[in-house]
């Protein structure tokens, strides 16, 4: 009872983590605009992430090389952004929250495929 309560908790989990179909997306090469902030993915320096349908003892992570411009694009960020984690710019934070396609066993994802959504909040 108590693995089929924890894999419920971490479906439900999975589930709030999933981008709105209105977030901002963009190929690489391609700009998304998030809030304030613009963002041009470059490359994928790392794609980890376990496969769909494997049984991974690690989430795995994907870890994307990106332009950000930010504060009326009067400031720039050119470094690596990592699916999940949060990158804060003075007052604004822009998060890589998805990335499409999933990862499948035995397959390599061509580059040219790729989609990532991204999240802005601004502090005040």
Do not use: H
Not at 24 to 38: D, E, F, K
Not at 69 to 89: A, C, D, K, Q
Not at 91 to 118: H, N, S, W
Request: glycine fraction near 8%; charged fraction near 20%.
């Amino acid at each position: 009872m108590k693995r089929l309560s924890f894999l419920s908790a971490l479906s439900l989990a999975a589930c709030a983590t999933l981008p709105s179909a209105a977030s901002p997306t963009a190929s690489l090469g391609q700009i998304a605009t998030v809030g304030a902030a613009t963002i041009r993915p470059l490359s994928v320096v790392e794609d980890s992430r376990c496969p769909v349908k494997a049984r991974c003892i690690w989430a795995g992570r994907l870890v994307l090389l990106a332009e950000v411009n930010y504060r009326g694009g009067s400031e720039e960020f050119r470094g690596t952004m990592i699916l999940g984690e949060p990158l804060v710019l003075g007052q604004e934070t822009v998060t890589l929250v998805g990335a499409e396609p999933a990862p499948m066993a035995g397959k390599k994802i061509d580059p040219r495929a790729y989609r990532f959504t991204f999240a802005y909040v601004r502090s005040s």
